[in-house]
């Protein structure tokens, strides 16, 4: 059992920054991949970024790449979304969510065994 508790979400200007924190129980922390998705009103649940667990591989969707950045510290169980150069559209819920290493899908959220609660992003232009 993992629990995920997302925090550093708020409210922010176009074009600001944030750094979201994801902090995991338990001592498996360094045993899954993370990743990182988010779900706009009205839209289905989507993909973001994600790190292997270790920290040496990472991907990202189309639309954030360049602007966001995906790192981990096993040390202390938290995983982290940096967030740069932020848009209106990419406000909305963000959520951790962890998975095994073996899962083929890793940007599917079916692939996903454990999910923070969510942090809201709102950025407003």
């Known amino acids: 059992q993992v629990q995920l508790v997302e925090s550093g979400g708020g409210l922010v200007q176009a074009g600001g920054s944030l750094r979201l924190s994801c902090a995991a129980s338990?001592?498996?922390?360094?045993?899954?991949?993370m990743g990182w998705f988010r779900q706009a009103p009205g839209k289905e649940r989507e993909f973001v970024a994600q790190i292997s667990t270790s920290g040496g591989s990472t991907n990202y969707a189309d639309s954030v790449k360049g602007r966001f950045t995906i790192s981990r510290d096993n040390a202390k169980n938290t995983a982290y979304l940096q967030m740069n150069s932020l848009k209106p559209e990419d406000t909305a819920v963000y959520y951790c969510a962890s998975r095994r290493p073996s899962a083929v899908f890793i940007t599917s959220p079916g692939s996903y065994n454990y999910w923070g609660q969510g942090t809201q992003v709102t950025v407003s232009s």
């Open positions: 338990g001592r498996t922390f360094g045993s899954y991949a």
